[in-house]
């Protein structure tokens, strides 16, 4: 007469792991059925008189033995072989990453050369303009007043000359309308005599 048990009731009577079962099932030594997501195991009354029997065997303590050993030794060879996939998966990310830093690298090397050749460009630029700039000179009013008397002009008329040129926008009267300052370009002034 057979009976339907847990997995657990029947590692139990049957005096195996539930590895053991399970293997068994697996092996079709053990017939199962599954409810509910649970697994049970039909157990046959005569199974379990004769386990008791063997039980008190060496023989059956020995092939007990070997069935827990097989089981460990498959359940080792699953462990190796999803070892060696974890260990591939991990290789292949270290290559993956290396070649991400390569590439990675590459691009901040050439948009540091870009940085580098656009400051040099911009360096340039103003070292030229410096440089113009520095060639600039201007005089103060006072000097401005001394040239233009040196061609006979008159206090009167120098202020209307400097009131004039800045009025037409002439480039070498600057007035500064923040700090009311007049810079004054040098130059012969001849056009205005």
């Not at 030594?29 to 046959?44: A, C, H, M, P, T």
């Not at 591939?88 to 990453?97: A, C, G, P, T």
């Not at 303009?129 to 060639?135: P, R, T, V, Y």
């Not at 008329?157 to 309308?177: A, T, W, Y």
């Amino acid at each position: 007469m057979e009976r339907l048990v847990t997995t657990s009731d029947a590692a139990k009577l049957l005096n195996l792991s539930i590895q053991g079962i399970h293997y068994r099932i697996k092996k079709g030594q053990l017939r199962s059925k599954k409810e509910n997501g649970r697994v049970f195991v039909y157990i046959d009354e005569q199974d379990i008189n004769t386990n008791k029997l063997y039980n008190n065997t060496n023989s059956h303590s020995y092939n007990h033995y070997e069935e827990i050993i097989k089981i460990k030794d498959e359940q080792i060879a699953q462990y190796k072989s999803t070892l060696k996939m974890v260990v591939k998966q991990y290789k292949n990310e270290i290559k993956r990453l290396d070649k991400n830093q390569d590439k990675m690298a590459k691009v901040f090397k050439s948009e540091i050369q870009l940085l580098q050749k656009a400051f040099n460009e911009m360096r340039s630029i103003y070292q030229i303009e410096h440089q113009n700039s520095n060639k600039i000179e201007f005089i103060n009013l006072d000097d401005f007043f001394i040239l233009m008397k040196k061609y006979g002009k008159t206090d009167i008329q120098i202020k209307n000359i400097i009131l004039q040129r800045i009025k037409v926008g002439d480039k070498r009267f600057i007035f500064d309308k923040d700090t009311k300052y007049l810079h004054i370009l040098k130059s012969d002034f001849k056009d205005l005599i």
